[in-house]
T-cell receptor, first 114, second 115 residues
């Protein structure tokens, strides 16, 4: 069984400041790791994913996440946030040998203030 | 290309009523799933299907039924609605296997209130 813990339920930050959203997971097998973003009143969209290879993965809108196997973490970072980044962010894992079934963390609400 | 379509977007039910939440995808995905989203709890898997005629229970299946008669459709049935089923429901689809096919596509959600 897998589980995902997002350590912060809300993160308030000022525009243009850096941000880190924390994610830790627990699994007895190797996993795929994902960050999904949910804008208000919308469904979830894939932000970035780690499957294998380089432990640092990037999204097209400036977010990056680093897979740390020893600490079982997959924290999401952005060096300078914008108002438009205000959303809820979900960390998720899947077992590559059990199909693409996702286990989600509780979510982190990022609130960017002007 | 519509992706994943959920209907209705909003619904209010009285305790004890039944209803079906509809989900359809046009991407020929084998894997479809239903989640409920509650504050602070993320998304929890209700039921899933790896292909037509095959369904299985997720983490929180009680009070819900599903069937998968076609690849495209995966309806979720509430048998006798209870206030604890007040939530936002999301349907998702993806390919079942393959490193290159790991992205899940989500519908816009159905906001259900049971009074």
């Amino acid at each position: 069984a897998q589980s995902v813990t997002q350590l912060d339920s809300q993160v308030p930050v000022f525009e243009e400041a850096p941000v880190e959203l924390r994610c830790n997971y627990s699994s007895s097998v190797s996993v795929y790791l994902f960050w999904y973003v949910q804008y208000p009143n919308q469904g979830l969209q894939l932000l970035l994913k780690y499957l294998s290879g380089s432990t640092l993965v990037e999204s097209i809108n400036g977010f990056e996440a680093e897979f740390n196997k020893s600490q079982t973490s997959f924290h999401l970072r952005k060096p300078s946030v914008h108002i438009s980044d205000t959303a809820e962010y979900f960390c998720a894992v899947s077992d590559p040998y059990a199909g693409n079934m996702l286990t989600f963390g509780g979510g982190t609400r990022l609130m960017v203030k002007p | 290309n519509a992706g994943v379509t959920q209907t209705p977007k909003f619904q209010v039910l009285k305790t004890g009523q039944s209803m079906t939440l509809q989900c359809a995808q046009d991407m020929n995905h084998e894997y479809m799933s239903w989640y409920r989203q509650d504050p602070g709890m993320g998304l929890r898997l209700i039921h899933y299907s790896v292909g037509a005629g095959i369904t299985d229970q997720g983490e929180v299946p009680n009070g819900y039924n599903v069937s998968r008669s076609t690849t495209e459709d995966f309806p979720l049935r509430l048998l006798s609605a209870a206030p604890s089923q007040t939530s936002v429901y999301f349907c998702a689809s993806s390919y079942s296997w393959g490193m290159e096919n790991t992205e899940a596509f989500f519908g816009q959600g159905t906001r259900l209130t049971v009074v």
